[in-house]
């Protein structure tokens, strides 16, 4: 909104008499304010038009005028000298201004608020005044691509990458530069790491981590760098809000000085800063001359020479922005992306080789959780029984890795799912598990032990003459029950302290017990966890993050309830032969048999067989298939 004030409307019957006397025009000392104010009004308006101005002058004019009319005091005697404050005092020492602003306010291009705090620019002198410089566009065509959809898709990429490798960060938060290899492979616009040691060097993957942790995705937890709560729900987000989320975490950061120069952000006045950004945001997509873009932001950048300001924007389209995916510098040309993204595209997956190859733009959600199971090479993911074993080996099944590559692309069939499951059921055939064992010089205190009933239960096999497995959990029982019966036990390797919990790790608590609280509303549960515990918790944690882990933890209770209630989402299996049912079910409908069919439950997330009497034929158009109401036998 444009302020401005009239030619001396906020001058004081001694300014005024100064101003007749700069302007060398007659003034009586019996007039009233009000009668000063209408004698020289039109004399001094008549004087601005032909009024001859430096360039500092003129500069100080368009400061003004980019700013909507009005400036800070402070902030503009910064720039063009200070203005003396006029009172009692003789006329004749004002009839030279020492400084561009003083000069200004004499002439009467600018006046200052009744409080002195604000430089207003004047109705008259900003009709005088030409516009303010634009850039020039270029007529070059518009680049097709979209950065910022890959800025998006990189994001993900990293938090897959640390979803997938455990690593602890140097000094509480950098990547070592053997994970800075492997993020950087996974990444559509890869950087060049030769030579680099440090991750603060590593250019746009810095800028990435940066992103990340100003976002509050990524949080150190358990000693390791991983994903936070908040990136699941930011990895659910559109591509633009997603995108939106990333900036508005950035520009909070810079406000704030949080981590901005801890990651070596590169540094500029706020000045060119606010200007750039405002400019970038109204240029519509294209090429610019770069002199037309500097000669526009001079005015919001007064106290910077042109080469200064040259250097500045060049330094921030080369990085920042070029980063962002908003605007890049390419040979003394400035190109503005669009803003728009792209749709998720779906990947192309091959039944016949097992092969997944992935888009310029996937969605971001399963496209991170496949990441965090298996490791692409050169943006193909081979699916052998050596990569499914990996994928189970994260805490991954079958059935979420098929639905996962489904959310990629389609719905697999029934023979992959079944593959992937013979591979699953081959990875469980060596498991390791963790045991404690109780060692005996004596055969035959074990064997007495062995035959306590009060100990029985805790022990969970013997192991050799002397020695019997028992499970950690049941450790601290069986040493108290021993300690009772005058058997203490020796501890040679007692357990190391465990580190305090971090936040993230309180959030995912947080997470699990609303989510459980809110299943216990719908089902009947063994065990309720006390809402003392909650409250704990969420004092742990800030209330902003506290409201936000409460609507996950809703959504999640709303899928569980919609999973029991049968509204699940579709199978990520097809069947290999859909005509061939319907026709054998519907001629069985027709006569009146009882057929046996094996059909995927999502519930039990297997195959079942069920012999079923069809009772009547419907179709379900949410689903675009058809089923039967069927009677079990």
Known sequence: MHQHCQVLSQRTWYQLRVIAHVHRLRFSTHWTRAQAHEQLYRQVVQRLKRAELTPAERRALHSLQAAEGYLPRHQFSRNFGSIRPCTQRRPTNWRIGLTPAERLWLLGFIELSRDGRQVWLTWEAAALLPPLPQPQRLLTPIHAETPRAGLCTDVAAFLGTLLRVDVVPRYGRWLPPRLLRQVNAQLRLPGALAGVRSERNAGRLSFLHYLAEAAGLVAVQGGFLKPSAAAWDWLALPPDQAWAQLWQALVADRTARRIWTIYRVPEVDDAVWSGLVRWLSTLAPGSYTAPSLIAALHPYCPALDSESLLLSVEMLLETIFTWLGWATWEADAVIVHSPALPAPQPAAFNPATLTLDLT???????????????????????????????????????LTLAQTIADLSDPLSEAVLATFKQWEQAAHALRLETLTVLTASDPAALDALCADRGLRPLIEKPLSRHHLAVRPE???????????????????????????????????????????????????????????????????????????????????????????????EPPPITPDNPDDICAALQQAYNFGQAVTIDYFSPARGAVTTRCIEPICWYERGARRCRSMVRSGR
């Open 360 to 398: 310029a733009h996937p969605p971001l959600l399963p496209y991170a959780r496949l990441l965090g199971w298996c490791e692409p090479v050169d943006q193909r993911l081979t699916f052998d029984e050596a990569t499914v074993r990996a994928a189970i080996a994260r805490g991954a099944t079958a």
């Open 474 to 568: 049941h450790a601290p029982a069986l040493c108290r029950r021993l300690h009772r019966r005058g058997q203490p036990v020796t501890d040679q390797q007692p357990p190391l302290p465990p580190s305090p919990p971090g936040t993230e790790l309180y959030a995912y608590c947080y997470l699990a017990v609303r989510a459980l609280q809110g299943l216990g509303a719908k089902v009947s549960l063994p065990a309720t966890i006390p809402d003392a515990v909650r409250r704990w918790l969420a004092d742990q944690l800030p209330a902003q993050q506290v409201t936000a882990l409460d609507q996950l933890a809703a959504r999640t209770t709303d899928a569980f309830a919609q999973a029991l209630d049968g509204h699940t």
